[in-house]
């Protein structure tokens, strides 16, 4: 059974998302025949590589709150990431484009490394606070998930899996995807944003019986 999430490594219902949807999988009595597949979301397509401003400064600026107010937004999102075992850093995120990173994403499918390549993606942002859109440091990332890291240098020094990228999206499109994460079960069930596990769990189970049935 394929499971795709469309999702951006920018996103911190993204993150969340995923670790929900981890706790489901681990549960789900048949999650070795489970295949999940990352698709490329981007928030804002038209972010420079590195903004000026921080996570504060850009949520202020977006929705038309002051940046106490920006605050107080993502302090509800910590205590919703904790509540997962994930221990947001939001002071030290480098706001930018994340469509480099989705680059290598799309790269790191075609060896397998999908997944490890969408979690260091996440732990980078939201954790470490690193810049996601510095040639440099997706390498070093690259080399970290075992990608050959001149490899990953060279793809992205082209406009290598740009074609993928866009394709998702284009595909999130069509399906009328508005907000992500947003996952696809068996290309029957939808459920979007960083439901409890409990619900993936339900639509895991849902969409495997009908598959049997069927």
Not at 21 to 32: G, K, S
């Amino acid at each position: 059974m394929k499971i795709q999430i469309w999702s951006d490594v920018v996103c911190p219902y993204c993150y969340i998302g995923k670790r929900e949807f981890e706790n489901a999988l681990a549960q789900f009595p048949h999650r070795d025949r489970v295949e999940v597949e990352w698709k490329s979301f981007e928030l804002d397509r038209e972010a420079p590589v590195r903004s000026p401003d921080d996570m504060y400064g850009m949520l202020a600026r977006k929705y038309g709150r002051t940046r106490e107010q920006a605050k107080e937004m993502v302090a509800g999102v910590v205590e919703r990431a904790r509540t997962v075992g994930l221990e947001y850093n939001m002071d030290k995120a480098v706001m930018g484009s994340s469509f480099d990173a989705h680059r290598l994403i799309q790269y790191a499918k075609t060896k397998g490394k999908g997944d490890a390549a969408e979690e260091r993606l996440f732990r980078a942002h939201f954790i470490l606070g690193e810049h996601i859109g510095d040639h440099a440091k997706l390498k070093e990332i690259a080399q970290e998930i075992g990608l050959d890291g001149n490899a990953a240098e060279a793809m992205l020094k082209t406009d290598a899996f740009t074609e993928a990228v866009h394709a998702d999206e284009y595909e999130a499109q069509q399906i009328g995807v508005r907000g992500v994460p947003f996952f696809v079960l068996d290309g029957k069930y939808a459920v979007s944003g960083a439901q409890p596990s409990a619900h993936f769990l339900g639509a895991l189970k849902q969409a495997w019986s009908e598959r049997q049935q069927g």
